[in-house]
């Protein structure tokens, strides 16, 4: 049955988001999404006169297609959706979560799909030269991560995506940008976290709807061998089919020199997938103020209010340290009293404490939902 949300949701994605114009290209990559939620993106990219395409599949048939994959079969695959991506002006990604173990088994079929399909069509062409939006549909797992009902998940999804001001929250961000654009050291506190480092000619971004729905970040980047102390992050993430939880990195010169987990051997695995997957490529506060607890799924637990996310990996062209992987791997810390606490320090002013901005900077980032 239609949901008239959806169709709120597709005129927000197509007219917001990535701002489609008459007569540009837009890819709908659908993965395990109800048919209706695609129509309606069709609908809503033919009303701005835009050109659809679509590009429906699920999270089993890809695993299929990693399983077995091999660098020449990647190559194919890859020429044929680089030709595609090539042709478009903006791209929606909308993905529902089926399984979130379904690629558990095959880590390094699923590590090299992703280094050569990936970054050729995604990293190398999309993320550049697209406008580009990435979100997903809920679904039964999802409220499952969420310790809610069905219904009463898919009423919180709306209330934080297509219930938000984004142009109010891209506002809020201007000030925090301008005083990021400027800073140098950066100090985070917080249980078994003392990490400093420098985000000095990074640039900042604010997020507030465009490449990702829900949104609601501010990130800059690391110098890429600034980068010195501990960090433990206190949120479940799973990557390549596993949740790892209890994630503690130490770091030298920009460098994770130790990493433990609840499989040490595994996120070890994932940070020797190439050379800058030891180096961090973001740094990020989150400040969605719907967005208050953890479930598991990263566009929406990167975007809690109170949160930062440090992320081992790529770095964006927009805020380049030049580090460069095929892991992009947005790790979150929340620092709100129920999750510990902790303290944001930037060129020895105190930015923000236990969650809260009281930097007269950043305190429109404490907007409320």
């Not at 829900?214 to 990557?239: F, H, L, M, Q, R």
């Not at 790790?331 to 020895?348: A, C, F, H, K």
Request: some cysteine; proline content about 4%.
């Amino acid at each position: 049955m239609q949901d008239p949300r959806e169709r709120e949701l597709a005129r927000l994605l197509v007219n917001f988001s990535v701002e489609l114009q008459k007569g540009e290209s837009c890819l709908i990559n659908a993965v395990d999404v109800p048919v209706t939620m695609v129509e309606e993106l069709v609908a809503a990219v033919y009303e701005a006169g835009g050109y659809p395409q679509v590009n429906m599949t699920s999270i089993r048939v890809e695993r299929a297609m990693a399983a077995s994959c091999t660098d020449e079969s990647l190559a194919v695959w890859a020429d044929c959706d680089a030709y595609r991506m090539r042709k478009m002006d903006a791209f929606i990604g909308i993905r529902g979560i089926a399984n979130t173990r379904e690629t558990s088994d095959i880590p390094e079929q699923y590590a090299r799909f992703m280094h050569g399909y990936n970054t050729p069509v995604h990293h190398e062409i999309r993320v550049p030269h697209t406008k580009w939006v990435v979100l997903r549909y809920p679904t039964e797992t999802m409220a499952f991560q969420a310790r809610m009902s069905t219904r009463a998940f898919e009423d919180y999804y709306f209330k934080v995506t297509t219930g938000v001001d984004y142009v109010a929250m891209a506002a809020a961000m201007q000030k925090a940008k301008v005083f990021l654009e400027q800073a140098d050291r950066v100090r985070i506190l917080a249980k078994d976290t003392d990490l400093s480092f420098s985000i000095k000619g990074m640039g900042a971004v604010p997020c507030a709807g465009k490449a990702n729905i829900p949104d609601g970040e501010i990130y800059s980047c690391p110098v890429k061998d600034s980068v010195n102390g501990t960090i433990a992050y206190n949120t479940a993430s799973t990557y390549n089919g596993h949740c790892f939880t209890d994630v503690k990195f130490t770091f030298e010169n920009g460098r994770i020199v130790k990493a433990s987990a609840d499989d040490d051997a595994l996120i070890n695995a994932v940070l020797d997938t190439d050379a800058g997957a030891r180096y961090i490529g973001e740094f990020a506060l989150g400040c969605n103020p719907g967005i208050t607890f953890a479930m598991d799924n990263t566009l929406f637990d990167e975007k809690i209010a109170g949160s930062i996310h440090f992320t081992p990996g790529n770095a964006y062209e927009s805020c380049d340290n030049g580090n460069r992987s095929v892991v992009h791997w947005d790790l979150v810390q929340i620092q709100t009293p129920l999750y510990g606490g902790g303290e944001i320090w930037m060129d020895g002013q105190l930015i923000r404490k236990d969650g809260l901005f009281v930097h007269e900077a950043f305190m429109d980032l404490n907007f409320q939902s």
